[in-house]
């Protein structure tokens, strides 16, 4: 990856299909020649009261969404000025699950603006790459994994927060950077 403008980033959801459910959490990194430059953390109100599974995995209630959410168009407008004129996307499992997540949200509340200039060569998957780094490849490894193999810490209590989530894959971005398996 060449120096310039990326943003790593991660969502929390209200299931797993990025047609059927919604965004409950964005949380991202922008950075400018591999130096942090500007972070966005918001909670995405929400219609229906979370399945108790959601809230399991999240640690995110509903009661948590009414006080600190924004409404999704307030939310949309606030992604879209945050990724504005960044074109390389990173995430752990971005291809399969970020990715069509934040597509079909501004899809959903598109005043124009899309992502449309984005290709897939343009978004970085920190599971692929984890995947050659397992032994035998064959593995998808998820973030905890990635992290032990590189020796970074992190807590099973924290994740599936993206604020956190998004932090430890930007820490296994960097590790990949600086050990060449990303070129810089």
């Not at 409950?24 to 942090?36: A, E, H, L, N």
């Not at 924004?70 to 990173?90: K, L, N, Q, S, W």
Request: glycine share 6%.
């Amino acid at each position: 990856m060449k120096a310039g403008s990326f943003i790593v980033f991660d969502v929390e959801t209200t299931g797993f299909s990025p047609v059927k459910n919604e965004i409950i959490q964005f949380s991202g990194i922008k950075y400018q020649d591999y130096q942090k430059i500007d972070e966005l953390s918001i909670y995405i109100k929400q219609q229906k009261a979370l399945h108790p599974k959601i809230i399991e995995i999240t640690g995110i209630t509903d009661a948590v969404l009414d006080s600190m959410g924004v409404p999704p168009h307030a939310a949309y407008t606030m992604i879209m000025a945050f990724c504005d004129f960044c074109d390389i996307f990173v995430g752990h499992n971005i291809n399969t699950f970020d990715w069509p997540f934040l597509m079909n949200f501004c899809d959903k509340y598109n005043d124009g603006r899309i992502f449309s200039q984005v290709t897939a060569d343009k978004l970085i998957d920190t599971m692929k790459i984890g995947k050659a780094l397992m032994p035998g490849g064959k593995k998808w490894p998820k973030l905890s994994k990635l992290c032990e193999l590189l020796h970074l810490e992190f807590s099973e209590e924290k994740a599936h927060n993206a604020i956190y989530d998004v932090d430890r894959t930007s820490a296994c971005l960097m590790k990949l950077i600086e050990k060449r398996m990303v070129w810089a």
